[in-house]
């Protein structure tokens, strides 16, 4: 075993060796090596050309001396301890420092403004060749964001925001796009020049963003916030693209407190603009957000109608991940219109192109819906798995509406299998998650399970007691598909107690309420 004195020992020893090595280099080697040091994960041939003016000649004399590590055919690396040796050389010369930040900082803000035209999902190989310089992308966003007084700073830091909130989406991390734009935002709050419009308009774009990775954490309060301070400066500047985005934030945000009215006001506003934008894209996102809550409010041809014309739009453009939102959406809708095979079929092309995506989410997703066919059909082994694989894939993304959605799927599905143990924690589990997170719009699909697994257990008080608080609600937010399989419930619990005629209006005005909702 070495003992702890020996380290600092050993960490001279080890500097020593740096520092015959160094001494031996040339000049010109010497600035190189240096400059090199501003990259993290490693570097391309061409990056190490524009930030370090390492010529080939140079490049291939210090993988010579063993110096720099060839791994790829284009790719270098220096070991950390080289490369903390080179950034005390470069932090001797104040000048050289900045400047050679500031060429790195460029250099990749220009390498994420050739992927501008990144959509969420639009293709992988674009993604992962972010994901390749991620270590130098965020050393390169943070020196910009304590920068903002170099000039073009905040100008490149504006062409890297879209980019990499897309990027943080497509992934799934949530959690991680939290950091970077919490640190930009609180920076820019904190800098003297925070008040220079192009710094004010820059704050405004990274509030919305960070906005929208709050709305999946389930931070809605937060989501909120953000969204109304980002607005507030969009409106001040007639900036009619951010007006647009934060339109659509706030359509999810009604959908979630169950305000339908709102939502489609936010929807339509959005669908409006983008369209005046000639944003195609957009113009889809706000049909899927309109379909989502005609959905909710019991109007299946209605949603279908938004979500097929998404689903058109989307076909030509180049967004996979956008057409798999619209399918999943679309295949929960061909289901609530008892075509189960059709939503089955939708569904599976849904989750193959989610699974070549590697999208998480999108998988939750997919494997959610197909669960609730299966269900219906009868197949129960098969849903259950779908449903422990929706939950699995949810919680691995922190995706806290999708982890109480498959929940309470779960607890449904073990319930028509008569695992009771399972089907009471799984119901009791999203319940909770729901009454936690504040999420409104699942509330009344949580209880209406719990009321079902009641009734089979004969608890038929507490069943009621259940039923009544989703009518209530379900009234109130005018959810109506859900008021009626209430009132359905209620139906059976009276029969159960003997109360016929109770039952019979229960009945019949659930039955009334199908007609209508058809």
């Not at 420092?97 to 992988?124: K, N």
């Not at 057409?323 to 079929?345: C, F, K, M, P, S």
């Not at 939950?391 to 779960?410: C, K, M, W």
Request: some cysteine; proline content about 1%; aromatic content about 10%.
């Amino acid at each position: 075993a070495t003992s702890q004195e020996d380290v600092p020992v050993r960490q001279r020893s080890v500097r020593f060796v740096f520092e015959s090595t160094w001494q031996r280099l040339s000049l010109q080697e010497q600035r190189v090596l240096m400059l090199l040091s501003c990259f993290r994960g490693g570097f391309e041939r061409h990056a190490a050309s524009t930030v370090a003016g390492a010529n080939p000649a140079v490049l291939a004399a210090l993988v010579d001396h063993a110096l720099v590590v060839r791994q790829l055919s284009t790719r270098y690396y220096i070991h950390e301890l080289m490369r903390q040796f080179l950034g005390q050389k470069l932090c001797v010369d104040a000048d050289l420092l900045h400047t050679a930040g500031a060429t790195h900082a460029h250099f990749f803000a220009a390498f994420l403004h050739s992927y501008q035209d990144l959509e969420i999902g639009a293709a992988d190989a674009k993604v992962r060749a972010i994901e390749d310089e991620i270590d130098n992308i965020r050393t390169a966003w943070h020196w910009l964001v304590v920068h903002l007084d170099t000039p073009l700073s905040a100008s490149w830091l504006d062409s890297m925001v879209d980019v990499m909130h897309k990027f943080f989406d497509a992934r799934s991390q949530y959690r991680e796009g939290v950091r970077w734009f919490t640190d930009a935002v609180a920076q820019i709050e904190r800098s003297p020049h925070a008040q220079r419009q192009d710094i004010v308009l820059l704050h405004g774009r990274l509030m919305s963003r960070l906005a929208r990775f709050h709305f999946y954490l389930g931070n809605f309060t937060q989501t909120e916030q953000l969204t109304q301070q980002s607005l507030a400066i969009a409106t001040r500047f007639n900036d009619t693209a951010e007006i647009a985005f934060c339109a659509m934030r706030f359509g999810y945000l009604a959908k979630n407190a169950c305000h339908y009215a709102d939502a489609i006001l936010h929807f339509g506003q959005a669908q409006a603009l983008y369209s005046a934008l000639s944003d195609p894209t957009g113009v889809v996102w706000a049909l899927n957000g309109l379909g989502l809550v005609h959905a909710q409010i019991g109007h299946p041809l209605a949603s279908r109608m938004h979500f097929e014309e998404a689903r058109e739009r989307a076909l030509s453009l180049d967004n996979l991940m956008l057409r798999t939102i619209i399918l999943n959406n679309l295949g929960a809708i061909y289901a609530e219109l008892g075509d189960y095979v059709q939503a089955l079929g939708t569904l599976r092309e849904c989750l193959q192109l989610n699974q070549a995506l590697d999208d998480r989410e999108g998988i939750g997703y997919a494997h959610w819906g197909i669960a609730a066919n299966l269900l219906a059909l009868g197949q129960l082994e098969d849903a259950y798995q779908h449903s422990l694989t929706s939950l699995e894939n949810f919680r691995t993304v922190e995706y806290q509406r999708g982890i109480a959605y498959a929940l309470i799927r779960a607890g449904e599905v073990a319930l028509q299998m008569n695992c009771r143990v399972e089907a009471a924690s799984y119901l009791e589990q999203g319940h909770a998650l729901v009454r936690q997170r504040n999420l409104k719009e699942i509330a009344p699909y949580a209880l209406l399970a719990l009321a079902r697994f009641y009734l089979t257990q004969q608890q038929l008080d507490v069943a009621r007691t259940y039923v009544e608080q989703v009518l209530a609600e379900s009234r109130r937010l005018e959810m109506n598909s859900v008021y009626t399989e209430a009132r359905i419930m209620a139906g059976e619990i009276d029969l159960a107690r003997s109360q016929w005629s109770s039952a019979q209006v229960h009945l019949d005005a659930a039955m009334l309420l199908a007609y209508r909702l058809e």
